[in-house]
């Protein structure tokens, strides 16, 4: 089992910037790709973000691509997204994942462990 606990949402104006962590436990967490999804209301859960195992592959939704920035520290358990220049469309629940498959997937059935999610409103 992996326990995964996200912070760092909240409230911030347009143009704003924000950082999540995601806290990992359970299981050596250099195992694990990492991601992060994010749901709107009235909408499906979508890609945002991963990282590979040893930090060296990432991806991005297009929609995020050049403002959004995701890391890890395998030292500490937890992986990060430094999120700049947001807008209110960025506004969702946002979740931290592992995957343990060995190929890196950007859909939620690729992920096994879930986070509890954390909100991140983006005001005009």
């Known amino acids: 089992q992996v326990q995964l606990v996200e912070s760092g949402g909240g409230l911030v104006q347009a143009g704003g910037s924000l950082r999540l962590s995601c806290a990992a436990s359970?299981?050596?967490?250099?195992?694990?790709?990492m991601g992060w999804f994010r749901r709107a209301p009235g909408k499906e859960r979508e890609f945002v973000a991963l990282?590979?195992?040893?930090?060296?592959?990432?991806n991005y939704a297009d929609s995020v691509r050049g403002r959004f920035t995701i890391s890890r520290e395998n030292a500490k358990n937890t992986v990060y997204l430094q999120m700049n220049s947001l807008k209110p469309e960025d506004t969702a629940v946002y979740y931290c994942?592992?995957?343990?498959?060995?190929?890196?997937?950007?859909?939620?059935?690729?992920?096994?462990?879930w986070g509890q999610g954390t909100q991140v409103t983006v005001s005009s």
């Open positions: 994942a592992a995957s343990t498959l060995y190929n890196i997937i950007t859909t939620p059935p690729g992920y096994d462990y």
């Open positions: 359970g299981r050596t967490f250099n195992t694990l790709h």
């Open positions: 990282i590979g195992r040893g930090g060296g592959t990432t």
